[in-house]
């Protein structure tokens, strides 16, 4: 689809476009082994390596820590997102999850946690993951029964993590537990004792990712990721920041999805016509590219919304974006399946491989109907002037 004159319409600076071109070098080197790397819940190796040769990776860390800009830039980590989906779901995760496991630290950490591992996560050395989800407790992460609490000079980190993003391939770990009457986020290495990683029945669309459990890890007061219970709102932070992001995996893997229904339309006759010039095809193509279109101007202001103020004042466009984007994902990969008919159903084809990576989008980081919840108490508070309205 013609996205980048959608993209220079809206005037993004020449720095996104040259960086949306560096994340098309590093999608056509991943290309070849794409369906490989899709096939795997385990890190693949050749797309680690041809992430960690672009240096993209650097946009998740902050320039200070071995990052690329000064501050982690959610319309640049957008924008590649974007990129790399339409190529690789797990390209797309192998890079975003980089972010989204180390943020806290980048932006809560002491010094020390920073210098430690900032670095490494810029380079891939050190893989990162962030573990809240629980085997209780999905969406309502303020009922985690995980704790942490104090152990003479040091800490001990008691609990169940489970459905872990990058969990059995991580370096460390950026946990949320309970400590007394709050939270707190704690900086975990992955090879510290009592760290035990269990493996996951195979998603739909395969993910790395595995449930850890953390049996009486003792820990220096050191590790604490910012204030004690001071934990969720860096969560939120991280969330305000990459959630955004989701949704422009979500506009790539449409985009892709949409083109792939239209190269199929255009070159296949049925009743003596392209079927993209028969009614009913029309029309999803149409409304597609339409729904596609809207998705991606609301992502880019979101992002845009992300970069140029405080995180946390910016979640709810974050969660605009990553609802509208998703579920518009959902509808224009469906109906790309239909226009593709049998063949969209091909094990592997790039569309029957974009179909089942577009599921999970409506559930991981914000579920679809909690973030209407969210969404809809914004409004009403926005409007009567204040919470409780």
């Given at each position: 689809?013609?996205?980048?004159?959608?993209?220079?319409?809206?005037?993004?600076?020449?720095?996104?476009?040259?960086?949306?071109?560096?994340?098309?070098?590093?999608?056509?080197?991943?290309?070849?082994?794409?369906?490989?790397?899709?096939?795997?819940?385990?890190?693949?190796?050749?797309?680690?390596?041809?992430l960690?040769?672009?240096?993209?990776?650097?946009?998740?860390?902050?320039?200070?820590?071995?990052?690329?800009?000064?501050?982690?830039?959610?319309?640049?980590?957008?924008?590649?997102?974007?990129?790399?989906?339409?190529?690789?779901?797990?390209?797309?995760e192998?890079?975003?999850?980089?972010?989204?496991?180390?943020?806290?630290?980048?932006?809560?950490?002491?010094?020390?946690?920073?210098?430690?591992?900032?670095?490494?996560?810029?380079s891939?050395?050190?893989?990162a993951?962030?573990?809240?989800?629980?085997?209780?407790?999905?969406?309502?992460?303020?009922?985690?029964?995980?704790?942490?609490?104090?152990?003479?000079?040091?800490?001990?980190?008691?609990?169940?993590?489970?459905?872990?993003?990058?969990?059995?391939?991580?370096?460390?770990?950026?946990?949320?537990a309970?400590?007394?009457?709050?939270y707190?986020?704690?900086?975990?290495?992955?090879?510290?004792?009592?760290?035990?990683?269990?493996?996951l029945?195979?998603?739909?669309?395969?993910?790395?990712?595995?449930?850890?459990?953390?049996?009486?890890?003792?820990?220096?007061?050191?590790?604490?990721?910012?204030?004690?219970?001071?934990?969720f709102?860096?969560?939120?932070?991280?969330?305000?920041v990459?959630?955004?992001?989701?949704?422009?995996?979500?506009?790539?893997?449409?985009?892709?999805?949409?083109?792939?229904?239209?190269?199929?339309?255009?070159?296949?006759?049925?009743f003596?016509?392209?079927?993209?010039?028969?009614?009913?095809?029309?029309?999803?193509?149409?409304?597609?590219?339409?729904?596609?279109?809207?998705?991606?101007?609301?992502?880019?202001?979101?992002?845009?919304?992300?970069?140029?103020?405080?995180?946390?004042?910016?979640?709810?466009?974050?969660?605009?974006?990553?609802?509208?984007a998703?579920?518009?994902?959902g509808?224009?990969?469906?109906?790309?399946?239909?226009?593709?008919?049998?063949?969209?159903?091909?094990?592997?084809?790039?569309?029957?491989?974009?179909?089942?990576?577009?599921r999970?989008?409506?559930?991981?980081?914000?579920?679809?109907?909690?973030?209407?919840?969210?969404?809809?108490?914004a409004?009403?508070e926005?409007?009567?002037?204040?919470?409780?309205?």
């Amino acid at each position: 689809m013609p996205s980048t004159g959608l993209n220079d319409a809206m005037g993004l600076p020449t720095e996104y476009v040259v960086l949306r071109e560096r994340a098309r070098g590093l999608a056509r080197a991943c290309e070849p082994f794409a369906v490989e790397a899709d096939r795997l819940s385990t890190l693949h190796a050749e797309t680690r390596a041809a992430l960690a040769a672009s240096g993209l990776a650097a946009l998740t860390v902050p320039a200070s820590h071995g990052g690329e800009r000064e501050k982690v830039d959610p319309l640049a980590v957008c924008v590649v997102r974007e990129v790399l989906m339409e190529t690789s779901a797990h390209l797309d995760e192998t890079f975003a999850m980089q972010g989204i496991g180390s943020y806290a630290i980048s932006s809560n950490g002491s010094s020390e946690q920073q210098d430690e591992w900032l670095p490494r996560v810029a380079s891939l050395e050190a893989i990162a993951a962030l573990a809240l989800t629980e085997p209780d407790t999905g969406s309502d992460l303020r009922n985690i029964t995980t704790t942490i609490a104090s152990d003479g000079d040091g800490l001990l980190l008691n609990g169940q993590k489970a459905f872990i993003s990058n969990a059995n391939a991580a370096d460390l770990f950026t946990v949320m537990a309970r400590e007394d009457d709050g939270y707190t986020l704690v900086l975990v290495p992955a090879e510290a004792d009592g760290v035990v990683v269990k493996p996951l029945a195979e998603l739909i669309a395969p993910h790395v990712i595995a449930d850890v459990d953390f049996d009486t890890v003792r820990l220096p007061a050191s590790s604490r990721v910012g204030e004690p219970k001071k934990g969720f709102e860096a969560v939120l932070s991280t969330l305000a920041v990459f959630r955004a992001s989701v949704a422009g995996a979500a506009v790539g893997l449409a985009n892709a999805a949409l083109e792939e229904a239209v190269r199929h339309a255009n070159s296949r006759e049925q009743f003596g016509r392209p079927l993209a010039r028969l009614g009913a095809v029309e029309q999803m193509l149409a409304e597609s590219w339409t729904e596609l279109e809207m998705a991606r101007l609301l992502t880019y202001r979101a992002a845009m919304l992300a970069r140029d103020n405080p995180p946390r004042q910016t979640l709810v466009h974050s969660s605009m974006a990553k609802l509208a984007a998703t579920e518009i994902a959902g509808r224009i990969v469906d109906r790309s399946v239909q226009i593709m008919g049998r063949f969209g159903l091909i094990r592997d084809s790039k569309v029957e491989r974009l179909y089942r990576a577009a599921r999970p989008m409506r559930i991981y980081e914000g579920a679809s109907e909690v973030l209407r919840g969210s969404i809809s108490k914004a409004l009403s508070e926005s409007v009567s002037g204040g919470p409780g309205a």
